[in-house]
């Protein structure tokens, strides 16, 4: 096998040891930020794992019970492992007025049966006079079938890992929710740390998304305010052959690692996931048998130390219940030494809590990029003598000779996309202004080691709150509140829509002709307005502008920073990269911005990891299903056509030695061959 590491992207934060420290009532910041909207109806908290979700829910569900009318609490989590997080808690011990305690008979997610038997269990629920009942989504729907609507009216439900969530018909939790909020009798709060679907879908319909009050607590907020944490490092591998051949070259036996194995029907697989784990183990020592009390597997090291390996791939019912339950042991949580090594297929994913864990591996690409996320935060809990983090993803490098070619392109494409994405995810935040005519510094804004200059201050950056404040020439501001809400609160979001368009990545990363504009103005003016049709058409353009901005201030950081050169860019710092670009450029313009490539420099990184041959084989595939435009395409150029001629008196030319006015000058002379067509039909 020959494996070539991508460059990591490391971001890198300051310990302050905010995010852990918690009130006179026992919240930390995420916590206390949440229990401050408690009064709303509909509440949506997007907050990373690790950062206090469960307990933020429970002090808010308190205060509805007992302060706010509702008469019950359902807390609804995606699966049975997960609702252990609601368990009691001893809150007043902490400050707070009150305890959290759900009677074991109402925590469903610890009952035996199937849900069609717990449906019984929800309606007695609804009938007593108890406060909290724990279920399944799966659960909550077929009860919601049984019971309706209205049997809910005046209790608060709590949708955990509301990603699940989808505004499409044939999403059965989400049907339930849109007529929990029509019929408006119910209190919701939704919560999860990756708002949006692997499937691109919408969560929630606009009209109601637009009923919820938004508690948004960033990656970096949570990782800056870590004690011990200080790094993160995010990167992937491509290789050929079988990657069970030479995992150590990725695989740190030294570092606590949850590994993912591929799905068996993908690619990456045998075909045979327990011969898969056989070999892993024999790779990594000699076995010593399975400890009997934990069920774990013991293999001893070439240097003689044991590693303990927990085998959750085995589809034997009571070993791996041993090994889970082992796992979950609250005696064995501070116990650093209780396991090793984690080997999962399926498990050990969202909601799983082991604070030990250094290295996320995963091999072969999963189902969406909200698993990749969900996989990513296993590893990003803060713990004593725990500096670094990191997530590694295994791909297998597309093979001319393969006749699923295209399907290790897609692979490919989707391993880039969650990349960028999770660059974006552990960046601070961004907050673009329009370039005033005097710059004059903002209190509490750092602006570099020169200080400050009024003839190039761009940006400076607020350590605390994580955010850069960045003035830009030409931006376009947001007018409306929904609008200067996105900007603020959900840029991520419209960036993470942008990167799984596959029509996007794909010409972004392999067509040779391609003129930047036409991503980061047509195809992402597109996705916005599929996105937010509500929105007006400045509006639009505006949030527009601010995603474009933020993904490629990030990756013009890549570069500028460290240029592009693999050996050096595992050491990259988002932060000063960010910082450096912004200050290096005398004065940042959107023009410059929407100039700007988003996928250059992961094209770069591709040309210097994979085979040339293969790089060929996936140019020459997307090549050869190409289209040069489309009509709705050649609608927006033209629109924007008229634009430059509003500005420059006249219409683009075909003849233009600027390759973005000759775009547009063909989707005039397009939209024109179109209507002589249909004249002379």
Not at 56 to 69: R, S, T, Y
Not at 108 to 137: I, Q, Y
């Amino acid at each position: 096998m020959r494996s070539k590491q991508v460059p990591s992207v490391s971001v890198t934060y300051a310990q302050n040891g905010s995010s852990t420290k918690a009130n006179e009532l026992g919240m930390r910041p995420m916590q206390e930020r949440a229990f401050e909207k408690r009064g709303e109806q509909y509440l949506l908290i997007k907050s990373p794992p690790a950062s206090g979700k469960s307990r933020a829910l429970m002090f808010i569900a308190l205060d509805k019970i007992h302060n706010q009318g509702l008469r019950q609490a359902i807390i609804v989590v995606p699966e049975k492992t997960i609702g252990s997080s609601f368990a009691d808690e001893p809150l007043s011990q902490f400050g707070f007025w009150a305890d959290w305690s759900v009677a074991p008979k109402w925590n469903l997610c610890n009952s035996p049966g199937t849900d069609g038997g717990k449906v019984n269990s929800v309606g007695a629920f609804l009938e007593s006079a108890d406060r909290v009942l724990v279920c399944t989504h799966a659960t909550f729907r077929f009860a919601v079938d049984k019971f309706g609507i209205d049997a809910f009216d005046d209790r608060l439900i709590a949708v955990d890992e509301f990603h699940h969530v989808s505004a499409n018909p044939d999403n059965k939790l989400g049907t339930h929710l849109g007529a929990f909020i029509a019929r408006d009798r119910v209190h919701i709060v939704a919560m999860t740390g990756s708002y949006f679907r692997g499937d691109a879908e919408a969560v929630l319909a606009p009209s109601d998304e637009a009923r919820f009050e938004t508690v948004t607590y960033t990656y970096y907020e949570q990782l800056n305010g870590y004690t011990y944490l200080k790094a993160l490092d995010i990167g992937y591998f491509f290789y050929t052959g079988s990657y069970v051949d030479d995992l150590l070259k990725v695989l740190d036996p030294l570092e606590k690692t949850i590994l993912h194995i591929p799905n068996v029907n993908s690619r990456e697989s045998t075909k045979d996931k327990h011969r898969e784990v056989e070999h892993i183990i024999d790779a990594l020592g000699d076995w010593q048998g399975t400890d009997p009390a934990t069920g774990f597997q013991l293999v001893k090291r070439p240097d003689g130390r044991v590693l303990r390996i927990a085998d959750l791939v085995d589809d034997d019912g009571p070993k791996r219940d041993r090994v889970s339950t082992a796992l979950k042991d609250p005696a064995q949580k501070s116990n650093r030494d209780h396991v090793d090594l984690i080997i999962a297929l399926g498990m050990a994913k969202e909601g799983f809590d082991w604070i030990w864990c250094e290295h996320a591996l995963t091999v072969g690409y999963r189902a969406s990029l909200t698993e990749i996320v969900q996989i990513i935060g296993r590893a990003t809990r803060d713990a004593p003598g725990k500096a670094r983090a990191r997530f590694t993803n295994l791909i297998a490098e597309p093979d001319a000779s393969e006749g699923a070619v295209t399907e290790a392109v897609n692979d490919t494409l989707k391993a880039i996309a969650a990349s960028l994405l999770m660059e974006q995810v552990l960046a601070p935040r961004f907050e673009f202004k329009p370039k005033a005519p005097t710059n004059t510094a903002e209190p509490g804004f750092d602006y570099g080691e020169g200080g400050y200059e009024p003839s190039k201050c761009n940006v400076g950056f607020n350590e605390e709150s994580g955010t850069f404040q960045i003035e830009i020439k030409g931006l376009a501001e947001p007018r409306s509140l929904e609008a200067t809400r996105i900007c603020q609160q959900d840029l991520n979001e419209v960036i993470t829509a942008f990167v799984q368009d596959k029509t996007t990545i794909e010409r972004g990363l392999f067509d040779q002709e391609l003129v930047p504009e036409e991503l980061t103005q047509v195809r992402m003016g597109k996705i916005i307005k599929d996105k937010y049709p509500e929105l007006d058409e400045h509006d639009q353009e505006a949030v527009r502008q601010h995603a474009i901005a933020a993904l490629n201030l990030t990756q013009k950081a890549k570069e500028t920073l460290l240029g592009r050169d693999p050996e050096t860019s595992s050491n990259m710092a988002l932060i000063d990269g960010v910082r450096k670009f912004a200050m290096d450029v005398r004065e940042l313009d959107i023009d410059l911005i929407d100039r700007i490539n988003p996928f250059s420099e992961a094209y770069s990184i591709l040309a210097k990891t994979m085979s040339e041959a293969s790089l060929k084989e996936v140019a020459a595939i997307i090549t050869a299903k190409k289209i040069s435009m489309t009509p709705e395409e050649a609608r927006d150029l033209a629109r924007r056509a008229l634009k430059f001629k509003q500005e420059r008196g006249r219409l683009p030319l075909l003849t233009s030695q600027d390759a973005w006015e000759r775009r547009m000058a063909e989707g005039v002379a397009f939209l024109a061959r179109m209507k002589a067509k249909a004249a002379n039909g």
